[in-house]
């Protein structure tokens, strides 16, 4: 589940994993998915502190949910409440030339530090309907900017974009969850979304566990990560899995203090 430009037959496994760097100015994200689109389309991901965005091509990205996974348990069956947070809203704008284009593992990408900055896509590349600027303008405030991630035709599981930007001002994780998928027919509802989602925290509060629990210690590799992120294999991993219909939403995590 993610904000999808253009029509999709479905989109499925989504992972994130989030956490913020060791003195708690900056967050990290990896957001992995597969999606199925008939043509080439275009996958944003709300950031906050766009201007500021870094990112990062971490050898051996495509294991580190393995490894994530192992360091937590299911110990019952579903539960059947809905999971909650707020996502953020207002909107800004201002325009000038044609966005860089990065060549980054699975995806072509640009990174748009404000809304109007959308407007600055390589439309060669990148393909933007109207309705979405309206949606944006709606839900996110002049803190957040977007990477934007071309998605190719057919059904992709896509390696994990790994990216950090300085944490939002609330002091807490931002997890982009928001769903917008243009259906078959035109329409797009935004106000349920079907979640089929994994998503891993570290330095979190206990709160960011969700049907799963934390082992005492994990087994993540952390020196993949950048050094500022280096947490230890003795601080828990979280997982919130999150399916079926549920409020549509962005979430965010409280950060241990």
């Excluded at 003195?23 to 502190?49: A, E, F, R, W």
């Excluded at 087994?219 to 294999?233: D, I, M």
Aim: charged share 20%.
């Amino acid at each position: 589940m993610c904000i999808i430009a253009g029509p999709v037959y479905n989109v499925s496994r989504t992972k994130l994993f989030v956490l913020p760097s060791l003195d708690k100015s900056h967050q990290l994200t990896m957001y992995s998915n597969s999606v199925d689109t008939q043509k080439d389309n275009l996958m944003i991901l709300p950031v906050p502190h766009a201007s500021s965005l870094k990112l990062h091509n971490i050898k051996g990205r495509k294991t580190l949910f393995k490894e994530l996974q192992k360091s937590v348990y299911y110990p019952r069956p579903p539960q059947t409440r809905a999971y909650g947070s707020a996502s953020l809203r207002s909107c800004a704008l201002s325009v000038s030339d044609t966005l860089e284009v990065h060549d980054y593992g699975s995806y072509l990408v640009s990174i748009a530090p404000s809304l109007l900055d959308l407007f600055r896509l390589d439309t060669s590349i990148f393909q933007l309907p109207p309705s979405l600027y309206e949606f944006f303008a709606e839900h996110y405030n002049e803190e957040f900017g977007y990477l934007c991630c071309k998605l190719k035709p057919g059904r992709h599981l896509y390696e994990p974009v790994v990216y950090s930007h300085p944490l939002h001002s609330s002091g807490k994780l931002f997890v982009p969850t928001l769903h917008y998928h243009v259906h078959e027919n035109g329409s797009a509802d935004t106000h349920k979304a079907d979640w089929d989602h994994e998503i891993y925290s570290c330095g979190t509060t206990e709160d960011a566990n969700f049907k799963y629990l934390s082992l005492k210690e994990n087994v993540v590799n952390w020196k993949r990560l950048p050094s500022e992120f280096q947490w230890t294999q003795g601080n828990p991993i979280r997982c919130a899995g999150i399916d079926g219909y549920q409020k549509n939403q962005d979430l965010t995590f409280d950060i241990i203090v």
